[in-house]
């Protein structure tokens, strides 16, 4: 199994510019997460969804827009990048649904950096 | 209010000594999980450990223990004989509810071992 995977691993990208993060997870889990992590900071969540077609808002969703085709797939879109927006990005999964032990399992993360 | 407090911005410990990361945590759900997260330097996130409310023992997973005292709200957590490894950072994670959708992140410890 790969676990969580994330593509690309670091990007920069021009203000204005949009773009794709990818998530994928071949662990058949049902919720998934976005996250940032800015400098020195905790992670803070920017959009989830509990399954196939299910998606909501986290902390901190502006900016950004998710879509949850399939179980495995999770693709985070930046539409007008932002200085702002420059931060470490990690995508999650879990079991989720009452599992006893509902840890998350995180990706190596994408560097992002908007100029 | 923050939901997940973590008030040792940065601790050292000496290599094969005891150390102990604290968290509190804020909620009135009856129901909740409690977990440690460990990033090293390459940045990847690491489970550690989980313990949920209704648990009557401390959670332990080898040289990490969680010592919860539900009443204080704190799960602190403690890394017995320390190795030059765990030198990282540290998050405490919370979700409330048995299914609960989101994770809340502390601000993180940042854990260096002195040989």
């Known amino acids: 199994n790969a676990g969580v995977t994330q593509t690309p691993k670091f990007r920069i990208l021009k203000i204005g510019q949009s773009m794709t993060l990818q998530c994928a997870q071949d662990?058949?889990?049902?919720?998934m997460y976005w996250y940032r992590q800015d400098p020195g900071m905790g992670l803070k969540l920017i959009y989830y969804?509990?399954?196939?077609?299910?998606?909501d808002k986290g902390e901190v969703p502006n900016g950004y827009n998710v879509s949850r085709s399939t179980t495995e797939d999770f693709p985070l879109r930046l539409e007008l990048a932002a200085p702002s927006q420059t931060s470490v990005y990690f995508c999650?999964?879990?079991?989720?649904?009452?599992?006893?032990?509902?840890?998350?399992?995180f990706g190596p993360g994408t560097r992002l950096t908007v100029l | 209010a923050q939901k997940i407090t973590q008030t040792q911005p940065g601790m050292f410990v000496q290599e094969k000594e005891a150390v102990t990361l604290d968290c509190t945590y804020d909620?009135?759900?009856?129901?909740?999980?409690l977990f440690w997260y460990k990033q090293p330097s390459s940045g990847e996130m690491i489970f550690l450990i989980y313990?949920?409310?209704?648990?009557?023992q401390n959670a332990t997973e080898g040289r990490y223990s969680l010592n919860f005292q539900k009443a204080r709200k704190s799960a602190n957590l403690v890394i017995s004989a320390s190795q030059l490894g765990d030198s990282a950072m540290y998050f405490c994670?919370?979700?409330?509810?048995?299914?609960?959708?989101?994770?809340?992140f502390g601000t993180g410890t940042s854990l260096t071992v002195i040989p």
């Open positions: 969804s509990v399954g196939a077609g299910i998606t």
């Open positions: 994670a919370m979700r409330e509810g048995r299914a609960g959708n989101q994770f809340y």
């Open positions: 313990q949920g409310s209704y648990d009557q």
């Open positions: 662990m058949n889990h049902n919720y």
């Open positions: 999650a999964s879990s079991y989720g649904r009452g599992h006893p032990l509902d840890e998350q399992f």
């Open positions: 909620t009135s759900d009856p129901s909740y999980g």
